[in-house]
């Protein structure tokens, strides 16, 4: 398995709400972790959730003695979102905060997913395929059939979330699993990305690339060229590295 990642402010944002984890190596009794987290609220509460979220869902799986991918991120983040919730009751510069969520673990070529809000993970490979669902308002009609994808991603309400820890009394996460395939590699982002480059960019930049390295720097500097309206986060696995056959 080889792993990169990047965060970046972006070009309009003054501060970096967004939060990412990465370990290749064992996290309680999970084989390994990545996450995501764009957060949300004034000033530094945005900021202020993601970090907490990551750390402290890794400290509650690390700690955990549950053994399934599904229940232990299904555990931590309840607990999580308790917290927050509790925090900001008691802290007016807290209030109204909340984070999306991505998490990643692979157990031999299973990989499990968990997802809160619209930061997305992908598998790449000769096409791009979505694993996780936006909690977004327009994905909410685009599934209703009130609008389509390239109408949803130029409406004016795009960013509006429909679930995010901390942000409700009950969180909801949605889980995957997904059966991997030696060709297949894995890209958690935040909306950063997506909302500046189409899928179909995103996979041409992965597979134009010499190793991920390049391909996680390009995208961050392709998302920025094509204006940077947002914190842009990036995590890519290759978890059968020693493939070389791409794309």
């Known amino acids: 398995m080889k792993t990169f990642s990047m965060t970046d402010v972006g070009r309009r944002r003054e501060m970096n709400q967004d939060y990412i984890y990465t370990s290749e190596t064992p996290v309680g009794n999970l084989a390994n972790l990545f996450i995501v987290a764009d957060g949300m609220g004034g000033h530094n509460a945005g900021d202020f959730a993601s970090r907490y979220t990551v750390e402290h869902v890794v400290k509650a799986i690390a700690d955990s003695g549950l053994s399934g991918p599904i229940a232990l991120f299904s555990e931590a ?23 999306t969520f991505v998490g990643a673990t692979i157990t031999q070529d299973c990989l499990y997913v968990a997802n809160v809000g619209d930061s997305r993970l992908y598998i790449v490979n000769e096409e791009i395929v979505q694993i996780t669902k936006d909690h977004s308002l327009v994905q909410e009609m685009v599934r209703m059939g009130e609008m389509n994808q390239a109408q949803a991603r130029i409406h004016p309400d ?85 493939e070389v056959e791409r794309c």
């Open 77 to 99: 983040l309840r607990q999580v979102n308790a917290d927050l919730l509790a925090l900001a009751a008691n802290d007016k510069r807290l209030q109204g905060m909340g984070t």
């Open 158 to 242: 795009k960013n509006i979330i429909t679930r995010a820890v901390g942000a409700f009394r009950e969180t909801e996460a949605d889980f995957f699993e997904v059966r991997l395939r030696r060709r297949d590699r894995i890209l958690l982002c935040s909306d950063g990305l997506t909302n500046m480059l189409e899928d179909s960019e995103i996979r041409r930049i992965m597979c134009s690339q010499r190793d991920i390295v390049e391909s996680v720097e390009r995208l961050v500097a392709a998302a920025n060229q094509n204006g940077g309206k947002d914190n842009i986060s990036v995590i890519i696995i290759d978890p059968f590295s020693d």
